[in-house]
Protein backbone atom coordinates (compact mmCIF):
# COMPACT_ATOMS: atom_id res chain seq x y z
CA UNK A 1 0.00 0.00 0.00
CA UNK A 2 2.59 2.12 0.91
CA UNK A 3 5.00 1.47 -1.87
CA UNK A 4 4.16 4.68 -4.56
CA UNK A 5 4.18 7.14 -2.21
CA UNK A 6 7.63 5.47 -1.18
CA UNK A 7 8.57 5.52 -5.27
CA UNK A 8 7.27 9.03 -5.47
CA UNK A 9 9.32 9.96 -2.04
CA UNK A 10 12.50 8.37 -3.82
CA UNK A 11 12.45 10.30 -6.92
CA UNK A 12 9.84 13.28 -6.52
CA UNK A 13 10.84 15.47 -9.62
CA UNK A 14 10.58 14.79 -13.49
CA UNK A 15 13.70 14.65 -15.00
CA UNK A 16 12.23 17.23 -17.59
CA UNK A 17 14.67 18.38 -20.35
CA UNK A 18 14.60 22.40 -21.94
CA UNK A 19 12.45 22.44 -24.12
CA UNK A 20 9.54 20.02 -22.35
CA UNK A 21 9.87 22.27 -19.00
CA UNK A 22 9.70 25.36 -21.70
CA UNK A 23 6.13 23.30 -22.98
CA UNK A 24 5.10 23.27 -19.36
CA UNK A 25 5.59 26.65 -18.50
CA UNK A 26 3.78 27.80 -21.71
CA UNK A 27 0.75 25.87 -20.97
CA UNK A 28 0.38 26.69 -17.66
CA UNK A 29 0.90 30.50 -18.34
CA UNK A 30 -1.55 29.98 -21.22
CA UNK A 31 -4.05 28.54 -18.19
CA UNK A 32 -3.52 31.67 -16.26
CA UNK A 33 -3.81 34.55 -18.63
CA UNK A 34 -6.65 32.52 -20.44
CA UNK A 35 -8.50 32.60 -16.68
CA UNK A 36 -7.26 36.20 -16.06
CA UNK A 37 -9.69 37.30 -19.05
CA UNK A 38 -12.14 34.79 -18.36
CA UNK A 39 -12.38 36.94 -14.78
CA UNK A 40 -12.81 40.39 -16.57
CA UNK A 41 -15.02 39.05 -19.31
CA UNK A 42 -17.06 37.86 -16.62
CA UNK A 43 -17.12 41.43 -14.85
CA UNK A 44 -18.12 43.38 -18.17
CA UNK A 45 -21.22 40.80 -18.02
CA UNK A 46 -20.32 39.01 -20.87
CA UNK A 47 -19.72 35.29 -19.13
CA UNK A 48 -22.93 34.73 -17.04
CA UNK A 49 -23.99 31.96 -14.77
CA UNK A 50 -21.04 30.62 -12.70
CA UNK A 51 -17.36 30.79 -13.38
CA UNK A 52 -14.85 29.05 -10.99
CA UNK A 53 -11.14 29.96 -11.86
CA UNK A 54 -7.72 27.80 -12.09
CA UNK A 55 -5.42 30.62 -11.44
CA UNK A 56 -3.16 29.09 -9.01
CA UNK A 57 -3.60 25.51 -9.75
CA UNK A 58 -2.13 25.67 -13.27
CA UNK A 59 0.51 22.83 -12.29
CA UNK A 60 -1.88 20.12 -11.51
CA UNK A 61 -3.54 19.72 -14.82
CA UNK A 62 -0.13 20.07 -16.91
CA UNK A 63 1.99 18.45 -14.52
CA UNK A 64 -0.59 15.14 -14.78
CA UNK A 65 -1.94 15.71 -18.33
CA UNK A 66 1.33 16.21 -19.43
CA UNK A 67 1.60 12.19 -19.13
CA UNK A 68 -1.33 11.35 -20.99
CA UNK A 69 -2.04 10.58 -24.49
CA UNK A 70 -4.31 12.39 -25.89
CA UNK A 71 -7.01 10.86 -27.76
CA UNK A 72 -6.68 7.69 -25.97
CA UNK A 73 -6.77 8.42 -22.02
CA UNK A 74 -10.27 9.95 -20.50
CA UNK A 75 -10.06 12.99 -18.41
CA UNK A 76 -13.13 13.87 -16.56
CA UNK A 77 -13.49 16.62 -13.56
CA UNK A 78 -15.63 18.98 -11.59
CA UNK A 79 -16.94 22.82 -12.81
CA UNK A 80 -13.11 24.13 -12.52
CA UNK A 81 -12.36 22.88 -15.74
CA UNK A 82 -10.83 25.27 -18.23
CA UNK A 83 -7.70 25.04 -17.04
CA UNK A 84 -7.97 21.20 -17.93
CA UNK A 85 -9.64 21.36 -21.48
CA UNK A 86 -6.81 23.79 -22.10
CA UNK A 87 -3.97 21.28 -20.88
CA UNK A 88 -5.35 18.71 -23.18
CA UNK A 89 -4.41 21.19 -25.96
CA UNK A 90 -8.11 22.06 -26.76
CA UNK A 91 -8.47 25.44 -28.70
CA UNK A 92 -9.15 28.32 -26.48
CA UNK A 93 -10.99 30.05 -29.19
CA UNK A 94 -13.98 27.52 -28.51
CA UNK A 95 -13.41 27.48 -24.67
CA UNK A 96 -13.88 31.25 -24.62
CA UNK A 97 -16.87 30.90 -27.12
CA UNK A 98 -18.73 28.33 -24.71
CA UNK A 99 -18.07 30.51 -21.40
CA UNK A 100 -19.77 33.28 -23.48
CA UNK A 101 -22.65 31.38 -24.42
CA UNK A 102 -21.92 31.57 -28.59
CA UNK A 103 -22.70 29.15 -30.77
CA UNK A 104 -19.34 28.26 -32.00
CA UNK A 105 -18.47 27.41 -28.35
CA UNK A 106 -17.22 23.57 -27.69
CA UNK A 107 -20.73 22.94 -26.63
CA UNK A 108 -22.45 24.82 -28.84
CA UNK A 109 -23.23 27.71 -26.19
CA UNK A 110 -25.63 25.42 -24.17
CA UNK A 111 -23.11 24.11 -21.53
CA UNK A 112 -20.72 27.32 -20.46
CA UNK A 113 -18.54 27.79 -17.81
CA UNK A 114 -19.04 24.62 -15.96
CA UNK A 115 -20.26 21.74 -18.85
CA UNK A 116 -17.73 21.64 -21.31
CA UNK A 117 -17.06 18.55 -23.55
CA UNK A 118 -14.92 17.37 -26.08
CA UNK A 119 -15.20 13.56 -27.00
CA UNK A 120 -13.02 14.15 -30.12
CA UNK A 121 -10.07 14.83 -27.07
CA UNK A 122 -11.67 12.14 -24.52
CA UNK A 123 -12.67 14.99 -22.49
CA UNK A 124 -16.03 14.32 -20.87
CA UNK A 125 -16.62 17.31 -18.79
CA UNK A 126 -17.47 19.73 -16.90
CA UNK A 127 -19.55 18.42 -13.91
CA UNK A 128 -21.57 20.99 -11.81
CA UNK A 129 -22.80 18.26 -9.41
CA UNK A 130 -20.07 17.93 -6.69
CA UNK A 131 -18.10 14.55 -7.16
CA UNK A 132 -21.14 13.13 -9.29
CA UNK A 133 -17.86 12.83 -11.77
CA UNK A 134 -16.02 10.40 -10.07
CA UNK A 135 -18.58 7.63 -10.91
CA UNK A 136 -18.78 8.61 -14.42
CA UNK A 137 -15.19 8.80 -14.40
CA UNK A 138 -15.27 5.27 -12.60
CA UNK A 139 -17.57 4.05 -15.48
CA UNK A 140 -15.49 5.55 -18.58
CA UNK A 141 -12.26 3.16 -16.98
CA UNK A 142 -14.60 0.57 -17.02
CA UNK A 143 -15.23 1.37 -20.79
CA UNK A 144 -11.40 1.46 -21.36
CA UNK A 145 -10.85 -2.35 -19.69
CA UNK A 146 -13.82 -3.77 -21.38
CA UNK A 147 -12.58 -2.42 -24.99
CA UNK A 148 -9.28 -3.22 -24.33
CA UNK A 149 -8.44 -0.20 -26.02
CA UNK A 150 -5.15 1.09 -22.98
CA UNK A 151 -6.72 4.10 -21.61
CA UNK A 152 -6.61 5.30 -18.38
CA UNK A 153 -9.20 7.77 -16.93
CA UNK A 154 -8.02 10.61 -14.78
CA UNK A 155 -10.75 11.48 -12.53
CA UNK A 156 -10.27 15.08 -10.62
CA UNK A 157 -12.07 16.08 -7.56
CA UNK A 158 -11.95 18.20 -4.58
CA UNK A 159 -11.27 18.27 -0.98
CA UNK A 160 -14.66 18.82 -0.60
CA UNK A 161 -16.18 16.23 -2.84
CA UNK A 162 -13.44 13.92 -1.02
CA UNK A 163 -16.46 13.35 1.70
CA UNK A 164 -19.29 12.32 -0.64
CA UNK A 165 -20.50 9.22 -0.21
CA UNK A 166 -20.55 8.14 -3.90
CA UNK A 167 -16.75 8.63 -4.08
CA UNK A 168 -16.35 5.21 -1.98
CA UNK A 169 -18.69 3.79 -4.01
CA UNK A 170 -16.28 4.49 -6.66
CA UNK A 171 -13.53 3.88 -5.43
CA UNK A 172 -15.05 -0.04 -4.05
CA UNK A 173 -16.01 -0.86 -8.18
CA UNK A 174 -12.65 0.48 -9.38
CA UNK A 175 -10.53 -1.70 -7.03
CA UNK A 176 -12.92 -4.62 -6.44
CA UNK A 177 -12.32 -4.65 -10.92
CA UNK A 178 -8.64 -3.33 -10.62
CA UNK A 179 -10.17 -0.60 -13.44
CA UNK A 180 -7.70 1.68 -14.62
CA UNK A 181 -8.50 5.14 -13.45
CA UNK A 182 -6.31 7.78 -11.54
CA UNK A 183 -8.66 9.54 -8.85
CA UNK A 184 -7.02 12.63 -7.94
CA UNK A 185 -8.32 15.08 -5.01
CA UNK A 186 -7.23 18.09 -6.17
CA UNK A 187 -6.58 19.68 -2.55
CA UNK A 188 -7.05 23.46 -2.72
CA UNK A 189 -7.53 23.66 1.41
CA UNK A 190 -10.91 25.70 1.05
CA UNK A 191 -13.46 23.63 -0.47
CA UNK A 192 -16.06 25.97 -1.07
CA UNK A 193 -14.92 28.35 1.38
CA UNK A 194 -14.37 25.82 4.78
CA UNK A 195 -11.36 24.93 5.41
CA UNK A 196 -10.09 20.96 5.27
CA UNK A 197 -9.77 20.67 8.68
CA UNK A 198 -13.30 22.10 9.85
CA UNK A 199 -14.60 20.04 7.62
CA UNK A 200 -12.60 16.57 7.21
CA UNK A 201 -11.75 14.35 10.34
CA UNK A 202 -8.81 12.72 7.84
CA UNK A 203 -7.11 15.50 6.12
CA UNK A 204 -4.51 13.48 4.25
CA UNK A 205 -6.42 12.54 1.70
CA UNK A 206 -3.78 10.50 0.21
CA UNK A 207 -5.15 7.65 2.50
CA UNK A 208 -8.67 7.65 1.84
CA UNK A 209 -8.49 4.59 -0.20
CA UNK A 210 -6.49 2.42 2.10
CA UNK A 211 -9.79 0.58 3.43
CA UNK A 212 -10.11 0.00 -0.52
CA UNK A 213 -6.15 -1.52 -1.04
CA UNK A 214 -6.04 1.33 -3.43
CA UNK A 215 -2.29 3.29 -2.89
CA UNK A 216 -1.89 6.63 -2.55
CA UNK A 217 0.43 9.46 -2.98
CA UNK A 218 1.00 12.70 -1.51
CA UNK A 219 2.49 15.54 -3.82
CA UNK A 220 2.98 19.02 -3.79
CA UNK A 221 0.66 20.47 -6.44
CA UNK A 222 2.73 23.74 -6.84
CA UNK A 223 5.03 21.90 -8.54
CA UNK A 224 5.06 20.84 -12.14
CA UNK A 225 7.72 18.59 -12.33
CA UNK A 226 6.96 17.26 -9.25
CA UNK A 227 3.14 16.32 -10.21
CA UNK A 228 4.69 14.99 -13.74
CA UNK A 229 7.01 12.75 -11.88
CA UNK A 230 3.97 11.25 -9.72
CA UNK A 231 1.90 11.08 -12.93
CA UNK A 232 4.67 8.72 -14.49
CA UNK A 233 4.83 6.59 -11.04
CA UNK A 234 0.79 6.37 -10.94
CA UNK A 235 0.27 5.53 -14.75
CA UNK A 236 3.26 2.77 -15.08
CA UNK A 237 0.94 1.09 -11.95
CA UNK A 238 -2.22 1.42 -13.26
CA UNK A 239 -0.87 0.99 -17.24
CA UNK A 240 0.37 -2.62 -15.32
CA UNK A 241 -3.23 -3.88 -14.35
CA UNK A 242 -2.94 -3.57 -10.65
CA UNK A 243 -5.61 -0.99 -10.48
CA UNK A 244 -6.83 2.55 -9.47
CA UNK A 245 -4.06 5.03 -7.68
CA UNK A 246 -5.55 7.84 -5.87
CA UNK A 247 -3.58 11.30 -5.93
CA UNK A 248 -3.82 14.06 -3.32
CA UNK A 249 -2.15 17.13 -5.20
CA UNK A 250 -1.88 20.11 -2.63
CA UNK A 251 -2.55 23.12 -4.58
CA UNK A 252 -4.10 26.98 -3.76
CA UNK A 253 -6.29 28.52 -5.81
CA UNK A 254 -5.90 32.25 -5.58
CA UNK A 255 -9.12 33.22 -6.40
CA UNK A 256 -12.50 32.38 -4.63
CA UNK A 257 -14.17 29.63 -5.09
CA UNK A 258 -16.19 31.22 -7.89
CA UNK A 259 -16.51 34.66 -9.46
CA UNK A 260 -18.88 35.74 -7.05
CA UNK A 261 -17.24 34.87 -3.64
CA UNK A 262 -15.08 37.18 -2.07
CA UNK A 263 -13.16 34.87 0.06
CA UNK A 264 -13.14 36.35 3.23
CA UNK A 265 -12.64 33.03 4.74
CA UNK A 266 -8.61 33.28 4.71
CA UNK A 267 -6.65 36.34 4.64
CA UNK A 268 -4.71 38.12 2.34
CA UNK A 269 -1.50 37.95 3.96
CA UNK A 270 -1.86 33.72 3.20
CA UNK A 271 -2.40 34.46 -0.67
CA UNK A 272 0.51 36.74 -1.06
CA UNK A 273 2.40 34.51 0.76
CA UNK A 274 1.44 31.52 -1.73
CA UNK A 275 2.01 33.62 -4.68
CA UNK A 276 5.22 35.36 -3.74
CA UNK A 277 6.44 31.95 -2.28
CA UNK A 278 4.97 29.23 -3.85
CA UNK A 279 3.18 29.85 -7.51
CA UNK A 280 4.18 27.42 -9.62
CA UNK A 281 5.08 29.45 -13.05
CA UNK A 282 7.47 31.54 -11.26
CA UNK A 283 8.99 28.11 -10.21
CA UNK A 284 8.89 26.88 -13.35
CA UNK A 285 10.33 30.26 -15.12
CA UNK A 286 13.02 30.29 -12.06
CA UNK A 287 13.68 27.01 -13.17
CA UNK A 288 14.21 27.89 -17.02
CA UNK A 289 16.61 30.86 -16.35
CA UNK A 290 18.76 28.87 -14.30
CA UNK A 291 18.69 26.23 -17.02
CA UNK A 292 19.66 29.07 -19.38
CA UNK A 293 17.08 30.09 -21.33
CA UNK A 294 16.49 34.13 -21.40
CA UNK A 295 14.73 36.92 -20.09
CA UNK A 296 13.78 38.09 -23.80
CA UNK A 297 12.87 34.57 -25.30
CA UNK A 298 10.52 34.11 -21.91
CA UNK A 299 8.96 37.53 -22.34
CA UNK A 300 8.36 36.82 -26.42
CA UNK A 301 6.34 33.52 -24.99
CA UNK A 302 4.55 35.88 -22.83
CA UNK A 303 3.47 38.76 -25.62
CA UNK A 304 2.51 35.78 -28.11
CA UNK A 305 0.41 34.51 -25.25
CA UNK A 306 -1.61 38.18 -24.71
CA UNK A 307 -1.98 37.81 -27.99
CA UNK A 308 -3.48 34.30 -28.56
CA UNK A 309 -5.73 34.87 -25.57
CA UNK A 310 -6.52 38.43 -26.89
CA UNK A 311 -7.32 36.40 -29.85
CA UNK A 312 -10.18 33.80 -28.23
CA UNK A 313 -11.97 36.67 -27.05
CA UNK A 314 -12.10 38.70 -30.02
CA UNK A 315 -13.38 35.31 -31.26
CA UNK A 316 -15.72 34.68 -28.01
CA UNK A 317 -17.29 38.31 -29.04
CA UNK A 318 -17.47 38.32 -32.38
CA UNK A 319 -19.09 34.99 -32.58
CA UNK A 320 -23.23 34.83 -32.77
CA UNK A 321 -25.22 33.16 -30.26
CA UNK A 322 -26.56 29.64 -31.02
CA UNK A 323 -29.94 29.45 -33.78
CA UNK A 324 -32.81 29.05 -31.96
CA UNK A 325 -32.81 25.17 -33.35
CA UNK A 326 -30.12 24.50 -31.12
CA UNK A 327 -32.42 23.79 -28.67
CA UNK A 328 -33.68 21.15 -29.86
CA UNK A 329 -30.14 18.96 -30.39
CA UNK A 330 -27.89 17.15 -28.12
CA UNK A 331 -30.72 15.73 -26.11
CA UNK A 332 -30.35 12.62 -26.93
CA UNK A 333 -27.11 10.99 -28.26
CA UNK A 334 -28.80 8.61 -30.90
CA UNK A 335 -32.27 9.01 -32.14
CA UNK A 336 -34.89 6.09 -30.73
Not at 2 to 13: D, G, M, V
Not at 149 to 159: K, L, N, R, S, T
Not at 185 to 190: A, K, L, Q, T
Not at 194 to 213: D, I, L, M, Q
Amino acid sequence: MRSLQQAHANNKRFDASDEQLLEFYEQMLLIRRFEEKAGQLYGLGLIGGFCHLYIGQEAVAVGLQSALTTGKDSVITGYRDHGHMLAYGIDPNVIMAELTGRGAGISRGKGGSMHMFSTEHRFFGGHGIVGAQVSLGTGLAFGHKYSGDGGVCMAYFGDGAANQGQVYESFNMAALWKLPIIFVIENNGYAMGTKVSRGSAETAFYRRGTGFRIPGMDVNGMDVLEVRQAAEVALEYVRGGNGPVLLEVKTYRYRGHSMSDPAKYRSREEVQEMRENHDPIDGAKAELLKRGVTEDKLKEIEKAIRARVGQSADFAESSPEPELHELYTDILVEQY
